[in-house]
């Protein structure tokens, strides 16, 4: 089945008892058993699985080109999960320019437990290659990376990562292309990390994160995880994001077709110094990132001329974009990384242009924020 028919069916029958065409939320926390040790269907304590986290769990598997799908209360516990695979002593290899929460997870607080990392240009294959030590067990990219968009080419790192004698394990961080746009695992890596509180939900109503694999030996150690460590989703949460994916398809086409006219638009201003956006002729990766994913996606960067203070002025000035972090809803939201998302990340090797405004463009329509984005700019 192509993508937009898995994105509203895959892992969700009808209930076989009174067909309700909605998966139930199933508000249970435990299950009657036939016998002694004896679940029925599988389900014996919802820590362990509950049906709706189930039907979840399948339609991302299906989503990602995988055969395992798992669940997390949040992006990082998704995250954090992943990392439990390591043991004290091993290496972990890592895109300069991640999630600035992922960094403070692997920089403030995995390295206490004694796990090492390094934190490399990933744009740049041999750089990876060059990074990797005999310890090395992870390596951990994002592509599109945020707030700079940088673009990794997965299948190039992947050989050379697969190459390595200890075979680290390769993931890669979807949450910003989703699987409409880009499939790792089809291009060579073993793990698709998601924040879902993004554009798998899309409606900034949930906060939770996925993890996909296609190997049944590496699922079966990450299940081992999600339970023994216990970051699961509630029920309700699980329901949210199934219902945001059934319009993923149709929502990444509008992201990109609004984003791109303000594309357009930005790259014309006069106040605007610089744009940085995947699809854009001006992008160093265009052409990798025109290889590996569908379109463009719906967020853009750009540095404003006028500095900390300009970048600051036109945030508080728009109208429709909320200021706010966060991305991937519907509605179009308007940051200022240095200063908001990335604040932990200052004094490292991966502080921002305190110039440079993030936008999460949403579904509005685009003469309005291209509008909107206009007013502003003139506050500059
Ligand atoms: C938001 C985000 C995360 C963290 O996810 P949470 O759901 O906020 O915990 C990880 N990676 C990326 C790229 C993100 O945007």
Not at 83 to 104: C, I, K
Not at 142 to 170: G, Y
Not at 349 to 358: K, T
């Amino acid at each position: 089945m192509k993508f937009e028919t898995l994105a509203i069916h895959a892992g969700q029958e009808p209930d076989p008892n009174n067909g309700a065409v909605m998966t139930p939320v199933y508000f249970t926390s435990t299950y009657m058993q036939d016998g002694v040790g004896k679940p029925r269907q599988g389900y014996e304590y919802s820590r362990t699985l509950n049906p709706t986290r189930k039907a979840l769990q399948d339609c991302l598997a299906a989503l990602e080109g995988g055969n395992f799908g798992l669940t997390f209360s949040s992006g990082l516990a998704a995250t954090d999960t992943i990392l439990r695979l390591l043991n004290s002593e091993d290496h972990a290899l890592a895109g300069n320019d991640v999630y600035g929460g992922t960094f403070r997870l692997f920089d403030k607080v995995l390295r206490r437990f004694n796990l090492d990392f390094t934190f490399a240009d990933t744009t740049d294959p041999e750089s990876v290659a060059d990074a990797l030590t005999p310890s090395t067990r992870l390596v951990w990219l994002e592509t599109p990376t945020n707030p700079f968009l940088r673009i990794t080419d997965i299948r190039a790192v992947a050989e050379i990562v697969h190459a390595h004698e200890n075979k680290p394990l390769l993931v890669v961080d979807n949450t910003f292309a989703t699987p409409y746009l880009q499939r790792p695992l089809e291009l060579g890596a073993d793990i698709v990390v998601h924040s879902m509180t993004k554009y798998l939900g899309g409606h900034s109503d949930v906060v939770g994160g996925a993890v996909i694999v296609k190997d049944k030996e590496l699922a079966d150690k990450l299940y081992f995880l999600q339970n023994a460590v216990g970051a699961v989703p509630g029920p309700m949460d699980c329901f949210l994001v199934l219902r945001g994916i059934k319009t993923l398809p149709l929502r990444m086409e509008r992201h990109y077709e609004n984003a791109t006219a303000i594309v357009d638009f930005l790259a014309s201003h006069p106040k605007v110094e610089k744009v940085i956006y995947p699809f854009h002729a001006s992008h160093p990766q265009q052409k990798v990132a025109m290889r590996q994913m569908k379109n463009g996606g719906g967020m853009i960067s750009f540095i404003i001329k006028g500095g900390r203070e300009a970048a600051i002025r036109v945030v508080e000035a728009t109208k429709i974009f909320a200021l706010a972090e966060s991305l991937g809803g519907v509605e179009s939201l308007i940051e200022v990384p240095a200063a908001m998302t990335h604040l932990s990340v200052a004094g490292s090797q991966l502080e921002v242009d305190p110039a440079l405004i993030r936008l999460s463009v949403g579904l509005e329509h685009q003469e309005d924020l291209i509008e909107d984005i206009k007013q502003a700019l003139e506050k500059a």
